[in-house]
């Protein structure tokens, strides 16, 4: 199983930018996703373990990037003129079959501690 440490959570301002860190414990396809009080944990973004494919939700494509550093199998996601909507906990996530990326919560196999993030208005 991967062991998975995020970082960069925080209380910002709208319009304001954060950036999230994810250290993991071996190479996978990696991703983000978020989970607001009562919501559903969602899709936010996800890279494949070679780094060469990248996909994002509609609500983030523009604003949001996730990049890896796979010298440190660390995953960022670079996130840029915040709204209040996107408060919630972010969740770093690996799926570990074939390094390919984790687009709903079921391709999951390990799950970060989770870092909130929250936007004011």
């Known amino acids: 199983q991967v062991q998975l440490k995020e970082s960069g959570g925080g209380l910002v301002q709208a319009g304001d930018s954060l950036r999230l860190s994810c250290d993991a414990s071996?190479?996978?396809?990696m991703g983000w996703f978020r989970q607001a009080p009562g919501k559903e944990r969602e899709f936010v973004a996800a890279?494949?373990?070679?780094?060469?494919?990248?996909l994002y939700a509609t609500f983030v494509k523009g604003r949001f990037t996730i990049s890896r550093d796979n010298a440190k199998d660390t995953v960022y996601l670079q996130m840029n003129s915040l709204k209040p909507e996107d408060t919630a906990v972010y969740y770093c996530?690996?799926?570990?079959?074939?390094?390919?990326?984790?687009?709903?919560?079921?391709?999951?196999?390990?799950w970060g501690q989770g870092t909130q993030v929250t936007v004011s208005s």
């Open positions: 996530a690996a799926r570990l079959d074939g390094m390919r990326m984790p687009l709903y919560a079921t391709d999951v196999a390990s």
């Open positions: 071996q190479r996978a396809g």
């Open positions: 890279i494949s373990g070679n780094g060469d494919n990248k």
